[in-house]
């Protein structure tokens, strides 16, 4: 069955360059559009890497999951959910080039701002116009930095912290 990715809003662009903005990632997302992969078949193939590109994958859901019984145990395996994306999206050049800065720059630009934005909602900022004052930044660059990151989600126009699995 062939699922289309329709993007209206410029920033759900971040999500689909960032699956492809590693070798690791490119090759990941190639194996798993091609057959049902679990985690552990990920990283014994890819390493940490791939094991990370998976879950980053699975919180940007361009993977879709379900469980596999290997002999005795049942896994999560995963498949990309997409074959095809369409753009339909108008926008100022200034919101696309936030929103490239937040998916281009380098990572570890990226994790400090990704520090700051967790320091922000850890002290109690939840609405996405405070965090991207206090951290300098736009609104649009602020959720393109969300949807970056697997350890924030955008919901409205509050940021929260990703709970993690147990």
């Known amino acids: 069955m062939s699922r289309v990715k329709v993007i209206k809003d410029v920033t759900e662009l971040v999500p689909i360059l960032r699956a ?59 498949h990309t959910y997409y074959s095809e994306v369409h753009i339909d999206a108008s926008v100022a050049i200034d919101m696309i080039s936030d929103v490239l800065y937040a998916a281009m720059i380098e990572e570890d630009e990226f994790l400090e701002l990704e520090k700051q934005i967790l320091e922000s909602v850890r002290e109690g900022d939840t609405f996405a116009n405070d965090i991207g004052k206090k951290i300098g930044h736009s609104p649009t660059t602020l959720k393109s930095l969300v949807k970056r990151s697997v350890k924030l989600n955008y919901k409205g126009h509050r940021v929260e912290e990703v709970k993690e699995e147990v």
């Open 20 to 78: 492809v903005s590693t070798k690791t990632k490119r090759d990941v997302y190639t194996d798993l559009a091609s057959d049902w992969k679990t985690e552990e078949e990920i990283e014994e193939e890819y390493g940490e890497e791939g094991k990370n590109a998976v879950k980053l994958f699975d919180k940007m859901k361009l993977v879709e999951t379900r469980w596999q019984h290997t002999g005795r145990e049942t896994r999560k395996a995963y």
